[in-house]
């Protein structure tokens, strides 16, 4: 067909219509022949490992208080379901990240505003910032639970401290990056500065933060979730880490599938809430 | 934002720069301040000596782990868990991404699942592993692995995906074999994306580490971090967390050093 197409200046009829439609035909039957087969082997991708599982651990083939099978697994999810664990402590996790995020997002976007209003005092301070951007910051976590003691403000803490790094960075980036056009026009227009920064700098910054939520939400939850691990007393990641520490392999696994599905229904969650503002912020 | 790419390429002569203020003395005075203020803080009895120590003891107890050799053990446990985690992850990264990409089918069987694996915190598996692997050096290096591996399948996948549709027709209806098209197309196609995620990845590796030795472990940095903040002993902790950072920057300038050598192969 595309031969065709090339060699000829004038729209020709098909030669034989019935070939191409049955060609056709016959790639849109291969087509759903090969999607079927995809979805065959998504479902067995997740139903034989369980099914190996299972089996390797009612054999003794696999040592159980290593990696508990399955049933012990669901059973243990059931019973959290019932008494309320699991939302107590997801939801505790989930409070946390957000917490931290809005808090990190806030200090951060506020300190580039500040060294972009005064490079001075920027030129002074992120040196200082850009050395503490170079150690992993989750590895602060049990220095904030020495400051701050178990629980909550010491996990808060470091989600804070994860956020307003990156936030920070980003923001100052994209305060810099801001048009120097754009700039000069609003001046231009007769702008005042208060304008200038609602109309022209700060919506930079908007576009940013919202294109790179889903990816902080995502950091937040990993910082709650280590923070948790080190001196958390609630949690999603202080139900991993205490099951690891009494042995209780079927509390580990429990906790992970946790993790997985709420992690999972917030990351599809802001996935929706993104293609929604990227519509949003086609127009900025 | 629109960007002007009609402008004749600025002149070589630039006008002369105003003189930058010079930041470094104030930079220091900062720096100064802060020492004082924290060494004032804790000696006045503010700050509390069971988590936060003077800066002097800090200092002191980091020459002390340092010059006695007491830390290389610990150095050399975080550096090669985190340095065969690297490696383990970015090769097993690279391959199933291009594998997913070249064999299509699989790509569209598993892709679901990665995407979804993508969107969850995957530290959380740390737990498990040191209890699959033991309390030893395996477990860190499964971490490590983990984190890495998922960096390195998403930073390949996308950069195998972004080589030039119209240059992979060309080259392929110019009869250029599979071999062919894999040294003079998707080859040097890959060496930004490589060197990025070679840079990513090592952050990754010591998080890895350090949260695996947070979890369980019995020597290691992050173990220190961890100990000392459970003993109570704020000059270890702090220092073992200085330790660190210093490593993770003299590793990352390394990576930096070597990126500026090979960004002069990226592909106009």
């Not at chain 1, 700039?183 to 908007?206: D, E």
């Not at chain 1, 992970?256 to 917030?266: S, Y």
């Not at chain 2, 967390?241 to 050093?257: E, H, P, Y």
Request: aromatic share 12%.
């Amino acid at each position: 067909m595309e031969a065709r197409v090339i060699t000829t200046s004038r729209p020709v009829p098909p030669a034989d219509p019935a070939v191409p439609a049955t060609e056709l035909a016959g790639l849109r039957r291969r087509e759903r022949i090969v999607t079927s087969l995809v979805w065959l082997c998504r479902a067995l991708v997740v139903v034989v490992p369980l099914a190996l599982w299972q089996y390797l651990s009612d054999e003794r083939i696999i040592p159980r208080f290593l990696f508990s099978s399955p049933e012990a697994v669901w059973e243990r999810l059931v019973e959290w379901t019932l008494d309320g664990t699991i939302l107590s402590n997801a939801s505790f996790t989930l409070m946390n990240a957000f917490l931290g995020y809005f808090l990190g997002l806030f200090i951060g976007v506020a300190l580039a505003v500040l060294f972009t209003v005064s490079p001075r005092l920027g030129g002074i301070f992120i040196p200082f910032l850009t050395m503490i951007n170079a150690i992993p910051r989750i590895a602060f976590a049990p220095l904030l639970v020495a400051w701050f003691g178990f629980g909550l403000a010491s996990n808060i803490a470091l989600v804070v401290l994860v956020i307003v790094f990156v936030n920070f960075f980003a923001a100052y980036g994209g305060l810099s990056a801001v048009d120097e056009g754009n700039l000069l026009w609003a001046k231009a227009l007769g702008a005042s500065q208060w304008q200038v920064w609602t109309t022209v700098r700060l919506p930079a910054i908007g576009v940013w933060v919202l294109s790179s939520l889903r990816m902080c939400i995502g950091l937040a939850l990993s910082a709650a979730i280590v923070s948790e691990f080190v001196g958390g007393a609630r949690g999603i990641g202080y139900l991993a880490s205490s099951s690891t520490n009494t042995f209780k392999s079927a509390g580990v696994y429990a906790a992970i599938t946790v993790t997985i599905v709420v992690a999972g229904l917030l990351d599809v969650f802001l996935r929706m809430a993104e293609r929604r503002m990227s519509q949003w912020s086609a127009h900025v | 934002m629109v960007t002007r790419t009609d402008e004749p390429p600025t002149p070589t002569a630039e006008p002369e720069v105003k003189r930058a203020p010079r930041n470094w003395p104030w930079q220091l005075l900062v720096f100064a301040a802060f020492v004082g203020v924290w060494h004032l803080g804790v000696h006045a009895g503010l700050l509390s000596r069971r988590s936060f120590a003077e800066p002097a003891q800090v200092f002191t107890w980091m020459w002390d782990w340092h010059s006695s050799g007491a830390s290389l053990p610990h150095l050399g446990f975080t550096l090669s868990a985190a340095g065969m985690g690297y490696l383990a992850g970015i090769v097993l990264g690279a391959s199933v991404a291009a594998l997913f990409v070249f064999v299509p089918f699989l790509g569209r069987v598993f892709n679901p699942f990665m995407a979804l694996v993508n969107g969850i915190p995957k530290i959380v598996l740390a737990p498990l592993l040191v209890l699959v692997f033991g309390l030893g050096l395996e477990s860190k290096v499964a971490t490590a692995a983990l984190l890495v591996f998922f960096a390195s399948f998403f930073n390949f996948s996308g950069g195998l995906r972004s080589v030039n549709r119209v240059l992979i027709d060309n080259t392929k209806s110019m009869g250029a074999s599979r071999s062919q098209m894999a040294t003079s197309l998707y080859l040097p196609a890959m060496v930004a994306w490589t060197i990025s995620t070679l840079r990513v990845g090592i952050a990754f590796a010591l998080l890895g580490v350090v949260v695996g030795e947070f979890v369980g472990a019995s020597e290691g940095i992050g173990w220190n971090i961890k100990l000392a903040g459970e003993l109570n002993q704020p000059e270890r902790l702090l220092g073992a967390l200085i330790t660190l950072g210093l490593v993770a920057a003299v590793v990352d300038r390394v990576l930096v050093v070597v990126e500026r050598r090979f960004s002069q192969w990226k592909l106009a």
